[in-house]
C-alpha cells in the first residue's frame, strides 16, 4: 500500500445538504496530490476512500465531500470521532484518474453521479487556474435539485469561461440517464471526446458500457473505479 500517513486537524465541518457534509482539513504536514486523486481515512482499523475535492492551488487544505447517512454506522462513528477528536488520520495521495493524466489535445467531458462531484471539482478549478484552453463539459446527475449542492457555483464557472458547458440532470423529474443525455447532445462529434466518470461505481460502469457500446474507445475514458472492477 502506498501513500503517506499524516494527521489532520478538521478546520470546517458544513452541511451541503442535508445528508451531505463538507470537511475542510488542515494537515500537520501537507503531502501533495493531483487534481481528481483521493485520500484515505483511517479510522476503527480500516481505510474509507473519499475523493479530493479541491486542487492543491496553495492552501495546504484538502477538502471532501461525504454523504453522511443515519444508516451508514461507519460513519456515525467517524463523525462522533471528529467531534469529539477534533482530527484525523489520512494516507495519501492515491488514484491515476487526475487531470495531469489527459490527453493535452482533446476536449474534456466531466460525468458525475451525486458526490462523485467532487474530483470533478477539483479537476476544473485546476483548469480553471492553469487557464487551459482545452474545451470542457459537465454532466452532473443527482436525485433532486438539492443534491446538486453547488449547482449555483457551476452555473457561475459557465457564465464567466465561454469554452464550458455545464448540463444537470435529476433522476426525480427525468428517466433519461447520463449517458443518454450525452449521446443526444455529441451524436456526432462523441469519439473526439475524452471522458473522466465519477460516482457510485455501479452507474459509473453502466454509462462507461453504454458510451462504449455507441463508439466512444475505452482509452478515452477515465476513472478510478475501474481498477476496482471484478473481472
Known amino acids: 500500500m ?3 500517513i499524516i494527521q489532520a486537524q478538521v478546520e470546517v465541518i458544513s452541511p451541503l445538504t442535508d445528508s451531505i457534509v463538507q470537511l475542510i482539513l488542515t494537515p500537520d504536514e501537507f503531502v501533495d496530490y493531483q487534481a481528481g486523486q483521493y485520500l484515505q481515512i483511517l ?19 484538502y477538502e471532501l465531500h461525504i454523504r453522511h447517512s443515519l444508516d451508514n454506522p461507519y460513519n456515525q ?21 487526475s487531470i495531469n493524466h489527459l490527453a493535452e489535445e482533446r476536449p474534456i467531458m466531466f460525468i458525475a453521479g451525486g458526490t462523485g462531484f467532487a474530483p470533478v471539482k477539483a479537476m476544473i478549478e485546476q483548469l480553471l487556474a492553469n487557464a487551459d484552453r482545452r474545451p470542457f ?5 443527482a436525485r433532486s435539485q438539492s443534491d446538486l449542492y453547488m449547482d449555483e457555483k457551476v452555473s457561475s464557472w459557465e457564465a ?3 469554452r464550458f458547458n455545464y448540463f444537470s440532470l435529476l433522476a426525480d423529474e427525468s428517466k433519461e440517464t447520463l449517458a443518454s443525455h450525452i449521446l ?4 456526432e462529434d462523441l469519439t473526439e471526446w475524452q471522458m473522466v466518470i465519477s460516482g457510485p461505481f455501479d452507474m459509473v460502469y453502466s454509462t462507461r458500457d453504454i458510451l462504449v457500446a455507441n463508439g466512444v474507445l475505452p482509452n478515452h475514458l ?8 471484478s473481472k
Open 160 to 162: 464567466h469561461v465561454s
Open 77 to 97: 462513528r467517524l463523525f462522533a470521532h471528529i467531534k469529539k477528536q477534533g482530527s484525523v488520520t489520512l494516507r495519501l495521495p492515491f488514484g491515476e484518474c
Open 222 to 229: 477515465f476513472s478510478d473505479a475501474f481498477s476496482f472492477e
Open 43 to 61: 479510522f476503527d482499523g480500516e481505510a474509507f476512500s473519499y475523493s479530493i475535492a479541491n486542487a492543491p492551488l496553495g492552501s495546504h487544505k
Open 2 to 4: 502506498s501513500g503517506q
Open 137 to 141: 463539459e459537465l454532466y452532473w446527475g
Open 184 to 187: 443526444k447532445n455529441h451524436a
